[in-house]
C-alpha cells in the first residue's frame, strides 16, 4: 500500500473522541504506511492519546491539528460556513482541499460533512451533483453499490446517470469488479417501467460507450447479487437505506428473542451461533465504515453518528482504498466522456 494520509473529524460522532481514537489507533496498527491527522480540539486530544494507546511509535504516524468547534447534530449544515469555520468538519475537509490529506473521514453532522466535502473540497469538473453511496450486502459476495441515498432530494435524469458512472466507477477501482453491470431502480425490469426521470435517466446511460447498463433493476436486485451498481434517486435511496436498516435489525432482535425463548432453542441456537455471526457480520454497517461521497476532489467516508472504533477504522480504510485507486481522477475521465456525448446528441 503507498502512504496515504486521512484526516480524521476526531470530535464527531455519540462516541467521540474516544471512540474515533480507539479507531485511529486500530488503522495505524493495520495499515503500516498509513499517517492520520487528528483534526479537533487539541486541548482534548493530547490528553487522551496515551491512555487511548498511541505510543511513541504509532505518534510518528499521528498529527493533530487543532480545531476547536465541533458541529452538533441539531445544528444546521451551514454553520460550517460562517459560525463554525473552525470546526472539525471543515477544517479535516480543509486539509484536502489544501492538498495535506488524500482524504477525509467523519461520523459527525452528515449534512454537515456533506456540505463541507461539496463546497470546501470541491467537486469533480463535470459533477453537478455528487452522490452518496451505500455499499448494500447481497447473495452475490461483493456488496451491491447502491447510490444515491441521501445527498440529494430531488434529482434529474442526468443526475442519477451521473450517480450510475460514479457508482461503476467505485465498484471497478475500489471493489476490484470487472465491468461492473449498471441499473436504475424502477417498479418493473421491463424498459418500458418507470418514471420519466427514471426512463430518461436510462436512454443516457444506454448510449454510454464505457459502461455496462443493463437496464432497469427491482427493489428485491438490490440484495439478491444480479447487479453491481444500481442508481436511484436520493429521496428514495434513503428510504431503501433507513428500511434496510430497520429490516436488519428486525430480522437480529427477532432471531434472538425466538432462539432463546426455552433450554431446547438455546441448545441449538449454540450449534448455529457460528454461521449466524458470520450472516449478522454481512448486515452490520460497521464493517463498511462509512459511505463514500462520490463526486468531490479528493475522498470523503461520512459515517454512522453512532460508529464505535471498529466503524472508524474500517472507515478509514475505506478512505485509503479509494485515495488509492485516485478515484477522482478516473470519475472525471468517466463524466468527460459523458458530457462529450451529451455535446454530441444537441
Given at each position: 500500500m503507498s502512504a496515504q494520509r486521512i484526516a480524521l473529524d476526531v470530535m464527531g460522532g455519540d462516541h467521540a473522541p474516544e471512540a474515533t481514537l480507539d479507531g485511529a489507533r486500530e488503522a495505524l496498527v493495520a495499515w503500516p504506511s498509513l499517517q492520520v491527522i487528528l483534526v479537533g480540539d487539541e486541548g482534548r486530544i493530547?490528553?487522551?492519546?496515551?491512555?487511548?494507546?498511541?505510543?511513541?511509535?504509532?505518534?510518528?504516524?499521528?498529527?493533530?491539528?487543532h480545531a476547536p468547534g465541533v458541529v452538533g447534530f441539531h445544528d444546521e449544515p451551514k454553520v460550517i460556513l460562517k459560525e463554525k469555520k473552525n470546526s472539525s468538519i471543515r477544517v479535516a475537509a480543509q486539509l484536502v482541499r489544501d492538498g495535506h490529506a488524500e482524504g477525509m473521514v467523519s461520523m459527525g453532522h452528515t449534512g454537515a460533512a456533506m456540505m463541507a466535502s461539496?463546497?470546501?473540497?470541491?467537486?469533480?469538473?463535470?459533477?453537478?451533483?455528487?452522490?452518496?453511496?451505500?455499499?448494500?450486502?447481497?447473495?452475490?459476495?461483493?456488496?451491491?453499490v447502491f447510490i444515491e441515498v441521501g445527498a440529494n432530494i430531488d434529482s434529474r435524469p442526468e443526475h442519477i446517470a451521473g450517480f450510475a458512472?460514479?457508482?461503476?466507477?467505485?465498484?471497478?477501482?475500489?471493489?476490484?469488479?470487472?465491468?461492473?453491470?449498471?441499473?436504475?431502480?424502477?417498479?418493473?425490469?421491463?424498459?418500458?417501467?418507470?418514471?420519466?426521470?427514471?426512463?430518461?435517466?436510462?436512454?443516457?446511460?444506454?448510449?454510454?460507450?464505457?459502461?455496462?447498463?443493463?437496464g432497469n433493476a427491482e427493489g428485491r436486485d438490490i440484495w439478491n447479487g444480479r447487479f453491481d451498481v444500481i442508481a436511484c434517486d436520493g429521496f428514495v435511496g434513503n428510504v431503501v437505506l433507513k428500511s434496510s436498516e430497520g429490516i436488519a435489525r428486525l430480522v437480529k432482535d427477532g432471531l434472538k428473542e425466538a432462539l432463546?425463548?426455552?433450554?431446547?432453542?438455546?441448545?441449538?441456537?449454540?450449534?448455529?451461533?457460528?454461521?449466524?455471526?458470520?450472516?449478522?457480520?454481512?448486515?452490520?454497517?460497521?464493517?463498511?465504515?462509512?459511505?463514500?461521497?462520490?463526486?468531490i476532489k479528493g475522498v470523503s467516508v461520512i459515517g454512522h453518528g453512532s460508529s464505535d472504533a471498529r466503524a472508524v477504522k474500517n472507515g478509514i480504510g475505506a478512505a485509503i482504498r479509494a485515495a488509492e485507486g485516485r478515484l477522482h481522477e478516473r470519475i472525471q475521465a468517466r463524466m468527460a466522456e459523458q458530457s462529450t456525448m451529451t455535446l454530441e446528441d444537441k
Open positions: 493530547r490528553p487522551l492519546l496515551g491512555p487511548h494507546g498511541f505510543h511513541a511509535g504509532l505518534m510518528d504516524r499521528a498529527h493533530v491539528v461539496t463546497l470546501v473540497i470541491g467537486k469533480v469538473e463535470g459533477v453537478d451533483r455528487p452522490g452518496l453511496a451505500s455499499l448494500m450486502p447481497n447473495l452475490g459476495g461483493t456488496p451491491c458512472i460514479m457508482g461503476a466507477v467505485y465498484a471497478e477501482e475500489v471493489l476490484g469488479v470487472p465491468n461492473p453491470r449498471v441499473a436504475i431502480l424502477s417498479v418493473g425490469e421491463e424498459d418500458s417501467k418507470g418514471t420519466e426521470v427514471t426512463l430518461e435517466a436510462a436512454a443516457i446511460l444506454r448510449k454510454h460507450p464505457h459502461l455496462n447498463f443493463q432463546t425463548a426455552n433450554i431446547w432453542r438455546m441448545v441449538g441456537a449454540a450449534l448455529v451461533k457460528p454461521a449466524l455471526m458470520e450472516f449478522f457480520k454481512k448486515l452490520d454497517y460497521k464493517e463498511y465504515g462509512g459511505l463514500p461521497l462520490l463526486g
